[in-house]
């Protein structure tokens, strides 16, 4: 029988009647003739409640023992849906991530998938039964609970979809796909029949938060067809998958912004070999996870270097930055936080030229000010001011037409390679 | 150093600041110089809520899952725990059943245990780490998640003092002891400084709550000192022991009751050889759990059988009994929960004679009616109607002069084993 892999977010199973929901879906996917394994997050809030818990103990929560705290939530997700899916007459068995088989290293909190030995879950998958693994979560080779921190269920099923060669990773959220931009934003925003994994991970870095970054690189690594859809629906929802030569390219397949980027300047750095290596170990060693990076060419022996930062590093950024600013001698650096990143992404860029001038003077023309560009094969990012980034979206989505029924039709034709 | 077993109830944990009171508490026990392994059970009202979540799936949940699904509370308690053990400076690690080496077997939701193996426990002992064990589960010999049944935390306690050879296994709980009676029904309770595990089983069998049975059990076959203290305060508890034939013994211990237990009365049974077992194996075979038993000589070849039964196990025992009195062609049955089991307790009736009696007319003084009468050889228990029951305790815990400063004196001579 073929193995479909299947994950559930933490809304799919949120209430006892989404967990029923749950269980149907799955009991239809077995039905219909399939292996079916699946991967559970933990329920709605739950991750949230145990951290408020543990941070009213202490703000800084030993991570060994946060993983044991928080790989809790979705055990009591996986066992409330095997009983659910009991109550439908077929049987399940719940698997922690470590019963499922995934080891990984020590780094508790972000630990990193470094083997999968899912016997337990081929054996039950062969014995008939449905399979429910714990997301987030594994053992370690040091034998304790680690948790593989944000977007760490998709990685799970990911994984798991790899190791049992499943012909797809179905993952279900609260969205039904990958849109040409949120929504919630774009009235027009279309979904895409399908992606390149090239373009879902420059969109997942740049802002869309429908699939982790972390589960589309591995699922590029070891080409696992991805499916993102909806638990709320049956509608077919966004295929991401390898390039494939004989696809049409959409110019620009999408128009994402995220707000949670701040952007920080040292100013009057002395233009020496060096420098930028200096600056930006600093921040390395702070952990803090830099985006864009600018240097501007300064006069009289001095430049300017901008980066982008997460808002939540801020602080640790301006630790170290403090400290690398006395010992460069440079004149001082600030932090923005009132700027949002703004990326227009499309695999089709690398053989259409015109899309950067195009997008500058679609925003120019509405007086909207670029503070920094950055540009890789597929995607181009501006910051911008905050408060202009949803009229931004809207004029760009419109610009390059993304919800046009041409550009619609002309997708479609891409589906070649599916059912 | 020493090693000291500590165990801890969802009630000394039910709060951040209880669970930073216990992290003290142990962390005194630590500085004081003892290695220390605490045994810790869910949070409060934990396991209730997970138990509701499950029943509004299913009122039947599979065991296997219900199990997976419960033993998610101890390991958020233990967590927690050993988060606030960090905040005073000290180094904790919490482990599951699974880790801890608690093996069992394969009766999911009140598994026994088969073996212990806690060597992680004791690498992180003799590292100098406190250790911290999830209670009330363990890892069954096929490697499924298993939890130990009603009274598991006391039990992972005593059998991990047994095999860590700890000098004493510290329970913990909202009651500082073992009194001579239910405090809330009797003004004049008084703490004993010690039982002995016989009298101990016979006082958890027939009522009182500070001690899970089982765990008593456990304790008395490895011979395991038990102290029964408060987690709320200092104050020495009580003593659970081998009896010492040094000691003094108490005429009597205690009083205890309940009012779980329904009395099942089998009339008009043939009084033919093999009757009895097959009432009883009827019963035995839908697992209800049958205390006292009665056998009245009946008239013209028929005979009473009378027993009490847990409240809980009533509807199984009725549609075991529907089918028994066909079977033999009995009269009928009836069921009575409108009774209490009434109990004293103490080792020194084996050569003390006169207790039943002096019991018997106590009640009968007081116009009591005893519906059924049961002995050991350190315990006599009546039962009489429950809403005689609380009148009929404060009764015979006067009559035996169980508050008198005499006895008070008489049991503190027995402490030669307690410094």
């Known amino acids: 029988m073929p193995i479909v892999v299947q994950k559930y977010g933490g809304s799919s199973v949120a209430s006892t ?31 949230d409640e145990l951290l408020a818990m543990a941070h009213e103990i202490t703000p800084r929560p030993p991570v060994r023992e946060l993983d044991m705290l928080l790989s809790a939530g979705e055990r009591i997700s996986c066992a409330l849906l095997a009983m659910a899916i ?23 909190t972000k630990a990193q998938i470094v083997g999968i030995s899912p016997q337990r879950v ?42 049992l060669g499943a012909g797809v990773c179905e993952i279900y959220s609260d969205v039904d796909g990958v849109y040409t931009a949120n929504p919630a934003i ?13 373009e879902m991970l420059e969109m997942a870095a740049s802002g869309a938060q429908v699939l982790a970054l972390r589960s589309v690189e591995y699922a590029r690594r070891y080409n696992v067809v991805i499916h993102s859809r909806s638990s ?5 929802g966004t295929w991401v998958k390898e390039e494939d030569a004989s696809m049409e390219q959409a110019v620009v397949s999408g128009v994402t912004y995220t707000t949670d980027e701040a952007k920080v300047t040292v100013r009057g750095v002395p233009d020496q070999p060096g420098v930028a290596a200096d600056v930006f170990s600093a921040l390395a060693d702070a952990h803090v996870n830099v985006d864009m990076i600018i240097q501007n060419v300064g006069e009289q022996g001095y430049s300017d270097i901008s980066c982008t930062v997460p808002i939540d590093d801020l602080p640790s950024a301006r630790e170290a930055l403090d400290r690398v600013v006395a010992e460069l001698g440079a004149k001082g650096y600030t932090a923005d936080d009132t700027m949002a990143k703004m990326s227009l992404i499309g695999a089709g860029m690398r053989t259409h030229p015109g899309v950067a001038a195009l997008m500058f003077r679609t925003l120019a023309d509405r007086g909207i000010n670029l503070e920094m560009i950055s540009t890789s094969p597929i995607k181009i990012s501006c910051v911008i001011s905050k408060d202009r980034v949803e009229e931004a979206v809207r004029a760009l989505h419109d610009a390059f037409g993304l919800e046009s029924t041409a550009v619609n039709h002309e997708r479609a034709d891409r589906g070649v390679w599916h059912d």
Do not use: P, W
Not at 145 to 156: A, K, N, W
Not at 232 to 236: L, P, Q, V
């Open 17 to 47: 009647e989404r967990i029923m929901n749950v269980a149907r879906r799955i009991v239809a996917t077995y039905d219909a003739g399939n292996s079916v394994c699946a991967v559970i997050s933990a329920r709605g809030d739950t991750t």
């Open 86 to 108: 009991y109550t439908l007459g077929r049987e399940a068995v719940s698997f922690t991530g470590s019963q499922a088989g995934i080891v990984t290293d020590t780094t508790h």
């Open 122 to 163: 081929e054996e039950a998958l062969a014995g008939g039964k449905i399979t429910l693994v714990a997301g987030f979560q594994g053992v370690s080779t040091s034998k304790d609970v680690t948790t593989l921190g944000r977007g760490g269920s998709d990685t799970t099923a990911v994984a798991l979809a790899h190791a």
């Open 186 to 198: 774009v009235a027009g925003a279309r979904k895409l029949h399908t992606v390149s994994y090239d």
């Open 232 to 236: 709320f629906s049956d509608a077919e």
